[in-house]
């Protein structure tokens, strides 16, 4: 996948903008607060429907402006094609087009222009808390699974219905005769969202594990555990068993959810562990040891989303490389020799020798 040409208008900082890029790398330079991690978030938006920074679409909305718009034509699937949303600030639904033709999700452009992120953040995520992992694991999914993304949509749907049942039970006890629908539903949706995810853990876990053989020159044993209810003994089992798992747990806590009046457990609790020779990470291990078992996870995912589509995903570092020693850039770099790759450095001369550089200043380039 290559990304040729972008063009923003009243995008974040950016009030009308366009790019034109190298196939290979492109360094993006400047100081703090001028737009370089914007025109990445725009990148990534464009492939996938997805802000890795804004909750809300209209948070993209320039200040004042009516509308966003981000648009680029892209080299894939053996074909140029083009790609256009435009953002509206309030509850007006965006707009999506591919080559053209108005689209109705982010689905219908799944595979064209897929995209790995890798910010300074993303260097701890193996010490954070559990959301942290899960929303990383959840970006990964719902581009390589479409059908993942609408059932962690209809989950979490369901999931916001069932907590205002539980929550407003007390003052109408009415509400709770159909909460048992609503059970059964998250059940069945959350027993999918166990599925895609034990073999999307799975896959990753032992390619992550090959990088980090090579990172550590074989010192470590990596392995990756997806952890999620207690109920589920084994999270490779058919959707109907995780099913019936699910509702086992449900049941079980049924009774403490209602006096609590939360949701207290199911698959949006889930998250993952990584050990080094058996010894868990989180607990345990070194600074050196996280990062580099971070690398090796984005790594991973870059080559899992390659195997999918047959093409190198668009790669994108975001002021990563500054956060790390010379000899994990060193390694990072050498993964990198294949593919369209958009890096971000706040020190204009320090990996001018990558490939193209453009510099970004108050949301315009200006050379």
């Given at each position: 996948?290559?990304?040729?040409?972008?063009?923003?208008?009243?995008?974040?900082?950016?009030?009308?903008?366009?790019?034109?890029?190298?196939?290979?790398?492109?360094?993006?330079?400047?100081?703090?607060?001028?737009?370089?991690?914007?025109?990445?978030?725009?990148?990534?938006?464009?492939?996938?429907?997805?802000?890795?920074?804004?909750?809300?679409?209209?948070?993209?909305?320039?200040?004042?402006?009516?509308?966003?718009?981000?648009?680029?034509?892209?080299?894939?699937?053996?074909?140029?094609q083009s790609l256009r949303f435009v953002l509206f600030p309030g509850a007006r639904p965006r707009q999506i087009w591919r080559n053209g033709v108005k689209?109705?999700?982010?689905?219908?452009?799944?595979?064209?222009?897929?995209?790995?992120?890798?910010c300074p953040e993303d260097l701890m995520i193996l010490k954070s808390g559990a959301a942290q992992r899960r929303r990383f694991g959840d970006n990964a999914l719902c581009q390589l699974r479409p059908n993942y993304d609408a059932a962690l949509t209809e989950y979490n749907r369901i999931l916001e219905q069932k907590g205002r049942i539980l929550k407003d039970h007390f003052e109408n006890p009415r509400l709770l005769d159909i909460l048992p629908e609503y059970n059964a539903r998250l059940c069945q949706v959350g027993a999918l969202l166990i599925s895609y995810r034990a073999?999307?853990?799975?896959?990753?876990?032992?390619?992550?594990?090959?990088?980090?053989?090579?990172f550590s020159g074989g010192a470590e044993a990596f392995r990756l555990e997806y952890k999620t209810?207690?109920?589920?003994?084994?999270?490779?089992?058919?959707?109907?068993?995780?099913?019936?798992?699910?509702?086992?747990?449900?049941?079980?806590?049924?009774?403490?959810?209602?006096?609590?009046?939360?949701?207290?457990?199911?698959?949006?609790?889930?998250?993952?562990?990584?050990?080094?020779?058996?010894?868990?990470?989180?607990?345990?291990?070194?600074?050196?040891?996280?990062r580099t078992s971070a690398i090796s996870l984005k790594l991973a995912q870059r080559e899992l989303m390659a195997r999918e589509w047959g093409e190198e995903p668009?790669?994108?570092?975001?002021?990563?490389?500054s956060e790390l020693?010379?000899?994990?850039?060193?390694?990072?770099?050498?993964?990198i020799v294949s593919g369209q790759v958009f890096i971000t450095c706040c020190e204009p001369g320090r990996f001018t020798r990558l490939g193209k550089t453009m510099e970004i200043k108050q949301g315009r380039v200006i050379r």
């Open positions: 996948m290559i990304l040729e040409t972008l063009s923003l208008q009243g995008f974040r900082n950016y009030a009308q903008a366009d790019f034109e890029f190298d196939p290979g790398v492109n360094l993006i330079v400047g100081d703090n607060a001028q737009g370089k991690t914007n025109l990445l978030e725009a990148i990534a938006y464009l492939g996938s429907g997805k802000s890795f920074r804004a909750q809300k679409t209209g948070e993209m909305v320039g200040f004042g402006a009516e509308f966003g718009e981000i648009s680029g034509t892209v080299f894939s699937q053996e074909r140029r689209k109705k999700s982010a689905g219908d452009i799944a595979g064209v222009l897929p995209t790995v992120l890798f073999r999307f853990y799975d896959s990753l876990g032992k390619a992550a594990a090959v990088y980090h053989n090579q209810v207690s109920t589920v003994p084994d999270v490779f089992a058919p959707v109907p068993v995780l099913t019936e798992n699910l509702l086992a747990h449900s049941r079980a806590h049924y009774r403490a959810e209602l006096e609590s009046g939360q949701c207290l457990t199911g698959p949006h609790r889930d998250d993952f562990t990584v050990t080094l020779s058996g010894v868990d990470l989180k607990a345990y291990g070194s600074q050196g040891q996280t668009v790669l994108l570092l975001d002021d990563v490389l020693d010379p000899g994990r850039q060193d390694f990072v770099l050498n993964q």
